[in-house]
């Protein structure tokens, strides 16, 4: 909460003592960022990286598909876990919170958190593998696999550092009855 002195008149000032528009505009900037200091966990670049991963193994995987074999297991599980991150993961991780309180119950979220995070890391490893077979590989396929593999990685590291957020958030919270998420938790919008 912002604490103004009060208005002092001041003698110059032959007007009354409301602010200008300019004063007012700067108040509304200050409130705007002191009240969003804490939002650590911007959802954007989830959803971003996850759909650069949708489309680098869906690519990977047509490419299989044309050539008259069937895709890669490890490219699947990568694409299935790009689907479910877009799909039920950052919806349920963004949207209880704000809409549905009820829903929004801290071990809900962090098993949430912790089984995207596994599948992020058993994707992007399983990816990581079989692409080591790609070294040297200058094909539009092999890029695109290497791209999945790099993208998915950096989704485990986001999403291993909002684990951790939620496991702490369940350590402070262990001995109340309370269910709801941290408020550093929310996802905030600009």
Request: charged share 10%; proline share 7%.
């Amino acid at each position: 909460m912002l604490i103004l002195p009060p208005a002092v008149p001041s003698p110059t000032r032959a007007r009354d003592a409301s602010p200008t528009t300019s004063e007012q505009l700067d108040l509304a900037t200050t409130k705007e960022r002191i009240g969003s200091t804490n939002s650590t966990t911007d959802p954007w670049p989830g959803p971003l990286l996850a759909l650069g991963v949708l489309i680098s193994t869906a690519f990977v995987a047509n490419q299989y598909d044309m050539g008259g074999g069937g895709s890669p297991s490890q490219v699947n599980f990568l694409l299935f876990t790009s689907v479910w991150t877009l799909v039920l993961a950052l919806p349920y991780l963004v949207f209880s919170y704000r809409y549905f309180p009820d829903a929004a119950h801290k071990f809900g979220i962090f098993a949430a958190e912790f089984v995207t995070m596994v599948f992020w890391f058993g994707g992007f490893i399983a990816l990581a593998v079989f692409t080591t077979d790609f070294l040297g590989c200058s094909a539009p396929v092999c890029q695109a696999a290497q791209a999945a593999t790099a993208l998915g990685a950096i989704e485990w590291v986001l999403f291993m550092i909002s684990t951790v957020m939620s496991i702490v958030h369940l350590w402070r919270t262990r001995n109340s009855n309370d269910g709801r998420p941290a408020p550093e938790m929310e996802a905030r919008t600009v």
